[in-house]
């Protein structure tokens, strides 16, 4: 599945360069790896995201949502640190004229002095970033769905007391995912018994994200009028 390479290259090189740390340290430096490995050529950086990979190849969906699923339920301290996840400028300098220069140096920025840190500064701040680090990024609150749903069903309204009301709205939406079971009810005794398909849990802020699929879900089922009046009739 080459389109989700781009997606977790940091994340695999984070772990290598982690385990290549743990063998020195528990093994001495001549067991390392780092002098037995080639460095990778790139013609042009990855940038296509996880939605995309799965838009490219269908196949790549179960994939996706495992590692949604992994990413949403990792803490913000652990996702911006290096060992995590390994992220780096590649700058061009002139040429060396020692032929047993590295080509390619890796620079630890807690290692450099404080004029050099200020320095990288500057030049970072002329950098203009596509994408920047967001929880769960690709989940969505419940109005979010609810506005999207009743959009895709082409908008449709109830009268409700003499009024035009959207006919699906944020109490047939607890309907939905209730009558669905795809997460528990408030005060459940595991918040986290969600299907991973449609709903994601997240510790941090105890509340549910819910995915473009359970949106997808519910455009396609509401369709139909029998289901509703099932809805309706299961009470909120």
């Known amino acids: 599945m080459p389109e989700l390479d781009g997606t977790i290259f940091g994340e695999c090189q984070a772990m290598l360069l982690n385990f290549d740390e743990m063998v020195d340290k528990e093994f001495g430096p001549k067991h390392c790896l780092r002098e037995s490995l080639s460095f990778a050529l790139q013609l042009f950086p990855n940038s296509?995201?996880?939605?995309?990979?799965?838009?490219?190849?269908?196949?790549?969906?179960?994939?996706?949502?495992?590692?949604?699923?992994?990413?949403s339920t990792i803490s913000s301290d652990i996702t911006t640190s290096g060992k995590y996840s390994f992220k780096a400028f590649l700058i061009q300098v002139a040429n060396h004229k020692s032929e047993h220069a590295l080509p390619i140096q890796f620079i630890h920025y807690d290692k450099l002095t404080e004029e050099e840190k200020k320095s990288l500064s500057h030049l970072v701040a002329m950098v203009k970033f596509k994408d920047v680090p967001v929880s769960n990024p690709d989940l969505l609150k419940p109005s979010e769905v609810v506005r999207r749903v009743q959009a895709g069903l082409g908008h449709p309204k109830i009268d409700r007391a003499g009024k035009q009301a959207d006919r699906f709205n944020v109490d047939m939406h607890v309907r939905c995912w209730r009558f669905y079971k795809v997460r528990p009810s408030k005060g459940a005794p595991d918040p986290r018994a969600t299907d991973y398909r449609y709903c994601v849990y997240d510790k941090m802020h105890n509340d549910y994200g819910f995915t473009q699929a359970w949106v997808d879900l519910l455009v396609e089922k509401l369709k139909e009028e029998a289901t509703w009046v099932t809805l309706c009739r299961n009470g909120g």
């Open 48 to 71: 296509e995201n996880l939605v995309d990979a799965v838009k490219r190849n269908p196949a790549t969906k179960p994939v996706v949502e495992f590692i949604q699923r992994y990413r």
